[in-house]
C-alpha cells in the first residue's frame, strides 16, 4: 500500500467535498436558521470528511473486475471467502490514508483555528467504533451488490445508483438536522443517516442519541449480513468461470 | 488533415461503439434511473440551501436552477464522451496498447478522445435541456437570436474547457500510470459547478476561476441565460477556452516524447 502514496494523497484530496459545503453554508449564514453555530458546523464537516475517509467502500469495483478478468475462480477454490481479501484490502488502505487525513486537517485548523477541539476519550473510541460500524454497512451493502455480479456482468452500475442516496441523504453535504421534517420522519429509519451523520455528530459534540444511533448501526449489520450469505451461497451455484 | 477522412472514421466509431454499449441494456436503464435521481437529490439540497433564505450569493432558487441545467447538460456530455474515452487513456498506457494508437495513420489525440461512446449519457443531456426549458418559463427569459447566440458560445466554451481539463489529467498518466484518483480529484472539483460562484468565499472564488476554472463552466453561460453577463466575462471565456484547448494540445504531444511502452 505504501507503494501507491501519491495515489492514497489523491484521493484523500478527492475527500474534500464536505469543506466546500462547509464553505457555502457559512458564507451565506445558512446555519443560523438550524441553531447550528459557525463553530460546532465547521466541526461537524470536518468529521464527517473523516468518517468518509474512514468509511469509504469500493469492494464492488475490485470484485467486477475480478470476476470479468476470471480471477475469482482460483479466489473460490481457497477456503476462505474472497470478501476477506477485500475487507483486509479496504483495512490496510484505511491505515495509511490516516496521515494524508491528519494533514487536510492541520491545513483546516490553519484556516479556522476557533474549531480546534480536542474530544473527550470516550466520545473518541465511541466514534472510532460507530465509523468503523458505518464501514462494515456499507461493505456489507456493496458486497451485496457486488455478489449481483454473478447475474449481471456489471454491477457498478447497481452501486452508482445506489450511491445518489447514500451521497444526499447521509449527511456528507448537509446535516440530517437542517432536513426538511418530511424527510426527518422517515429517514431516520433508513440506513443513510448512520453512515455519516450520527459518527460525524458524535465526534464534533453535536447533539445526538448515542445509544439510538449505534444499535440501529448494529441492527442494520444484523439484517444485511444473513442477506449477503444468502445472496453469496446462490451467486456462487450461479457462477461461470469467465475469462478463463 | 483530411476532414471527409476523419468524418468517415468517427462514423465507424459511433457505430462499433454503440453497438457494443447496446448489449448491456438494462445497464443504460439503470443509468437512466440514476441521473434522474443525481439531479432530484441535487435539486432537494439546493431546497435545503433556500429553505429558509432567499438568495445565495445574490441568486434566487428559481435562478440557481439554471446552474443546475447546465451542470446536468454539461456533465451528460462528460459520461457520454469524455469519461469513456478519456479513462481508456490510463489502460492505454498501462497495458502498452497505446503503441498501436500512435502507429495508425490517424492523429493519435482524435483517436483516443473519440473512439467511444456511452449513450447512457444522453438522457442526462435530455434531462438537463428539460430542466432548461422548464428554467426559461420559469424566469420568463425571452429568447431572441443574439441570446441564443451567446448562450451557444459559452456553452461551447464550457465543453471546451471541461474537455481540456478531462484530457489534461488523463494525459500525465504518461508519467505516473495510475490516474483514476487524479480524476476523482477532479470531479470533486467539478461538483461545486452545481452552485453559483458567489455563494463561495472569496478565496475559494479565486481558485475555481483562475487555477481550475470551474467558475467559467457554469456560471457564465447562466448569467447569460439570466441576462446577468457583461461581455468582458464572455470574452475571457472565449480566450480562456482556446489557451485550455491549444495548451492541452501542446501538453499531450509533450507528453508523448515521454511514452515508453509498456509490456512489449
Not at chain 2, 46 to 61: A, D, E, T, V
Not at chain 2, 72 to 96: A, C
Request: aromatic fraction near 18%; glycine fraction near 4%; proline fraction near 4%.
Amino acid at each position: 500500500m505504501l507503494e501507491y502514496r501519491v495515489e492514497i494523497a489523491l484521493w484523500a484530496i478527492s475527500g474534500i467535498i464536505p469543506f466546500f459545503m462547509l464553505n457555502i453554508w457559512t458564507n451565506n449564514n445558512l446555519n443560523e436558521s438550524i441553531n447550528i453555530s459557525d463553530i460546532m458546523l465547521s466541526r461537524y464537516f470536518l468529521c464527517a470528511f473523516f468518517v468518509r475517509q474512514f468509511s469509504v467502500v469500493w469492494v464492488v469495483f475490485s470484485f467486477e473486475e475480478d470476476s470479468l478478468m476470471g480471477k475469482v475462480s482460483p479466489y473460490l477454490i481457497q477456503p476462505l471467502n474472497p470478501f476477506f481479501r477485500y475487507f483486509a484490502q479496504h483495512l490496510a488502505e484505511q491505515i495509511t490514508r490516516f496521515p494524508f487525513a491528519l494533514i487536510i486537517a492541520f491545513f483546516f485548523f490553519i484556516f479556522n483555528p476557533e474549531s480546534l477541539w480536542i474530544p473527550n476519550l470516550g466520545i473518541l473510541l465511541l466514534s472510532i467504533v460507530s465509523t468503523f460500524l458505518s464501514f462494515l454497512i456499507q461493505f456489507l451493502i456493496q458486497s451485496i451488490v457486488a455478489c449481483l455480479c454473478f447475474w449481471t456482468e456489471k454491477a457498478s452500475s447497481i452501486e452508482r445508483l445506489l450511491f445518489i442516496p447514500t451521497l444526499f441523504l447521509s449527511g456528507l453535504l448537509a446535516p440530517v438536522v437542517s432536513f426538511p421534517a418530511y424527510m426527518k420522519s422517515w429517514i431516520y429509519l433508513t440506513p443513510f443517516p448512520y453512515l455519516i451523520d450520527f459518527p460525524a455528530n458524535l465526534l464534533s459534540g453535536n447533539e445526538t442519541n448515542i445509544s439510538g444511533g449505534l444499535s440501529m448501526q448494529i441492527l442494520w449489520i444484523f439484517l444485511l449480513f444473513p442477506l449477503f450469505k444468502k445472496i453469496w451461497s446462490q451467486g456462487t451455484k450461479k457462477y461461470t468461470a469467465m475469462g478463463s | 488533415m483530411n476532414l471527409r477522412k476523419y468524418l468517415k472514421v468517427y462514423k465507424k466509431f459511433l457505430h462499433t461503439s454503440l453497438a457494443s454499449e447496446l448489449e448491456y441494456k438494462t445497464n443504460i436503464l439503470v443509468d437512466l434511473i440514476t441521473a434522474i435521481l443525481s439531479l432530484l437529490g441535487s435539486i432537494f439540497l439546493l431546497s435545503i440551501f433556500f429553505q429558509n433564505n432567499g438568495y445565495i450569493g445574490g441568486w434566487k432558487f428559481e435562478q440557481a436552477l439554471i446552474i443546475q441545467a447546465i451542470y446536468t447538460i454539461l456533465n451528460g456530455i462528460t459520461n457520454t464522451w469524455f469519461n469513456p474515452n478519456l479513462t481508456e487513456i490510463v489502460k492505454h498506457i498501462r497495458e502498452g496498447t497505446l503503441d498501436f494508437v500512435l502507429l495508425k495513420p490517424i492523429d493519435s489525440q482524435f483517436f483516443i478522445s473519440s473512439k467511444k461512446i456511452n449513450p447512457s449519457g444522453f438522457l442526462e443531456i435530455l434531462l438537463g435541456f428539460f430542466l432548461l426549458f422548464f428554467c426559461i418559463r420559469i424566469n420568463q427569459i425571452n429568447l431572441n437570436l443574439s441570446f441564443l447566440t451567446l448562450s451557444l458560445i459559452t456553452i461551447s466554451c464550457s465543453i471546451c474547457i471541461l474537455y481540456s481539463l478531462w484530457f489534461f489529467i488523463s494525459t500525465t498518466t504518461i508519467w505516473f500510470v495510475k490516474t483514476w484518483n487524479a480524476i476523482e480529484v477532479l470531479r470533486s472539483f467539478l461538483y461545486i459547478g452545481r452552485f453559483p460562484l458567489n455563494s463561495f468565499s472569496f478565496s475559494l472564488r479565486i481558485f475555481f476561476s483562475v487555477f481550475i476554472p470551474i467558475a467559467f463552466i457554469t456560471t457564465i453561460p447562466s448569467e447569460v441565460f439570466l441576462g446577468l453577463s457583461v461581455l468582458w466575462k464572455i470574452l475571457l471565456e472565449v480566450i480562456v477556452a482556446t489557451v485550455f484547448l491549444i495548451t492541452s494540445r501542446k501538453f499531450w504531444l509533450f507528453a508523448l516524447k515521454f511514452y515508453s511502452s509498456a509490456s512489449s
